[in-house]
């Protein structure tokens, strides 16, 4: 073949091709985006309109339906499901999977402009369904202040710290209170003086302004003019006349005014203590766990600075996606490190020569790290799924090394040199290693056309075993031919004619020449000692398992001689074998992925509707204090009156809803 040829004549070449393949593995491993599943897109999007104080009917009738005509024509829309409830309506669409979620989402854009609704109905909201858009971090602020202090100090002091954190993109911050100033009229007060409530809120409303007076110009200088009178406590209102024609009737004689807080919609606890939450999401296509170890280094100098603000202080990190994702990838690369650690041991007992195991365990290497470059230029990430193939392709990648230089070693006890051998047992073999390869890349390959998550969660497996698959074939081609026709460890020659050279160049390459050997030859001895190292340390499992594999190969061909005697008999235990094995299908489980074992247990509640919030909040406490009595149970996290569903960008505000979060400690079975 070729370039089989090409590698036993430009040895030089082929190394330099594979050390420069290695280099930008490695550069590619290091900027591979690291999740831990592949990225998956749902093709669906929800249309949620707001509409206060209506009834459901109302809101079909006036939302929901015009909404489902408008949008409904969309192309390639599968199903349209509405849902109609108090005050919200939600329609969802369905689109094929082949759909530009994108541009279906400009068309759906483009049909709601066109719908007419209600004046008091609120503008319709697009989401899309989609679990990147949780919250990749969740951290609870709790301490001895206040709730409304606490709040406060979560939206001014971690908020806008976490903001300015490279890669992300938002931060949310619920529970607590929030600050609200209490206006209290006396009704009976305010109609003897013959005024009325809208009267004192336009009054209000003009009082607390802050507009733009245009610009002012003096000579070379420009003024920018803002007329600025907003309330900033609750004394600046108190002296507010309500009426111009009276200006001895101001605000504090017919009303009272203090601080308060809103209504509560969300309850948040952690270990029994409420608290405030604040969720982090990254922005599209960056890395999560660059993200969130960028978050984790600010939270670390975010707690000395609340310790000095107030007592008691504690921001604690609730959920870290990051987490979960390191320890995954971790196991998965630790796996095929202790994989490809056993297959060159393997090898090392099946072929007792040190040179070809090194030769061939340099496939495995070469071959994993030039798949991290095809994987950086095909948008693959370090995921479960990607190493899980790389993984799985390591048993593989040997394969066609070993047919390779076993056909090399059969030509060289045929007495050829080592090149012509190199060159003639690659290509005799080369067409048989490009076809065995090849019906392996073709049982993978398909899944890259397979729709729906399946296709979305096996394509980077699939992509990732094709592309160490083909590599190891240029290697077994091309590395291994041109390793096995080199002699290692002789001097470097010298092919300069004498009169050529001149004194210096004598001396100088007479030191090179000097030190050249002098390193091949410690080179060497390094080598010789760990090979000693090595066969010293495998003698005896050597021995065992030579005298294991001696006696297969002696009882296998009377065990051969046996069966190709009684045909029927084998026939039928094969097929009562297989008949057996249909029986037990039915027995297995199905699922998509493997169950995720994250060290995290959460328990979803729902009470009847109508359910109030505090009612909800008892409930939950009693599973609070339940959960915290368990052994193992390292921190547990409540949340009442919100749903927290994925994919949603704020959550569904439900009083008769609550969710608790229980994190078990590392060393506790579960």
């Known amino acids: 073949m070729r370039i089989v040829d090409f590698s036993t004549r430009r040895p030089v070449t082929i190394l330099v091709v594979f050390i420069a393949a290695v280099v930008f593995g490695a550069v590619a491993f290091r900027d591979l985006a690291v999740d831990l599943l592949p990225e998956i897109t749902y093709p669906s999007l929800t249309v ?15 939302i929901t339906k015009p909404v489902e005509n408008a949008v409904g024509v969309v192309n390639n829309v599968v199903r349209v499901v509405s849902s109609s409830r108090s005050d919200t309506s939600e329609v969802t669409l369905e689109f094929g999977w082949d759909t530009n979620m994108d541009m279906a989402a400009l068309d759906v854009r483009e049909r709601l402009d066109l719908v007419v609704l209600p004046d008091d109905a609120g ?17 609870g602020l709790y301490g001895d202040e206040d709730l409304i202090r606490l709040r406060l100090i979560g939206e001014q002091e971690v908020k806008r710290l976490l903001e300015r954190v490279e890669g992300v993109a938002a931060v949310l911050v619920s529970g607590g209170l929030e600050e609200e100033i209490h206006i209290e009229i006396d009704e009976r007060r305010l109609s003897s003086l013959g005024l009325t409530s809208s009267q004192l809120v336009t009054r209000l409303a003009a009082e607390n302004v802050n507009l733009t007076g245009g610009r002012l110009q003096e000579g070379q200088t420009e003024y920018l003019v803002r007329t600025i009178n907003e309330f900033e406590r609750p004394s600046d209102m108190r002296q507010i006349v309500i009426d111009p024609a009276r200006p001895d009737i101001r605000l504090e004689d017919v009303a009272v005014i203090s601080r308060g807080h809103k209504e509560r ?4 606890r952690i270990n029994g203590r409420e608290a405030v939450e604040i969720a982090v999401y990254k922005e599209g296509g960056t890395n999560t766990v660059t993200v969130a170890q960028a978050v984790q280094d600010r939270v670390k100098t975010l707690d000395a600075r609340l310790k000095r603000i107030g007592e008691g202080l504690e921001l604690q990190v609730i959920t870290d996606q990051a987490r979960y994702i390191r320890q995954s990838v971790s196991e998965v690369l630790q796996t095929a490190f202790i994989g490809g650690t056993l297959a060159i041991l393997i090898l090392m007992l099946f072929l007792r020569d040190l040179k070809a195991t090194l030769i061939i365990g340099a496939s495995i290497p070469v071959s994993v790290v030039a798949t991290f470059f095809l994987m950086f230029v095909s948008g693959i990430s370090l995921n479960i799924m990607s190493l899980g193939g790389i993984t799985l392709g390591i048993g593989l990648l040997v394969d066609n090394s070993i047919v390779v230089l076993e056909s090399i070693q059969r030509k060289r ?8 051998a190199a060159r003639t047992g690659a290509s005799e073999v080369g067409q048989a290693v490009i076809a065995s390869t090849m019906t392996t890349v073709c049982v993978f390959v398909p899944i890259v ?13 699939a992509l990732t075993v094709t592309y160490s698959l083909t590599v190891s074939l240029l290697v077994a081609l091309t590395l291994i031919p041109m390793l096995a026709s080199r002699r290692f460890g002789g001097a470097p020659r010298d092919d300069v004619p004498e009169h050529q050279r001149s004194h210096i160049a004598r001396v100088v390459i007479g030191f090179v020449s000097f030190m050249s050997l002098w390193l091949v030859r410690i080179v060497k001895w390094i080598a010789q000692g760990g090979a000693y190292l090595l066969l010293g340390i495998l003698y005896l499992p050597s021995k065992a398992f030579h005298v294991g594999y001696g006696a297969v190969t002696t009882y296998y061909p009377r065990a051969l ?71 193992g149970i390292t921190s547990v996290y409540t949340v009442v009156g919100s749903s927290n569903e994925q994919g949603g960008t704020a959550g569904e505000l439900r009083e008769n809803i609550g969710q608790l979060t229980m994190t078990v400690a590392p060393p506790t079975s579960q």
Do not use: C, W
């Open 123 to 139: 503008r319709p909201v697009l989401l899309r369904y989609d679990p990147s858009l949780d919250p990749i971090l969740r951290l």
């Open 449 to 461: 056309f397979v729709e729906g998550i399946a296709g979305q969660l096996f394509g980077d497996q």
């Open 265 to 268: 919609e969300v309850i948040s």
């Open 48 to 62: 949620r309109t707001e509409f206060e104080g209506t009834a459901p009917s109302e809101v079909e009738s006036l």
């Open 561 to 631: 001689a046996v069966a190709l005697a009684r045909p029927l008999p084998l026939i039928g235990a094969t097929f009562v074998a297989f008949a057996a094995s249909l029986l037990l299908i039915g027995r297995l489980g199905s699922e998509l992925v493997p169950e995720l074992i994250q060290g995290e247990f959460y328990v979803n509640t729902e009470l009847p509707p109508g359910t109030h919030l505090e009612l909800n909040e008892k409930r939950m406490e009693l599973l609070e204090r339940a959960a915290m009595s368990l052994d």
């Open 413 to 420: 006890e045929d007495g050829l040199g080592i090149v012509e």
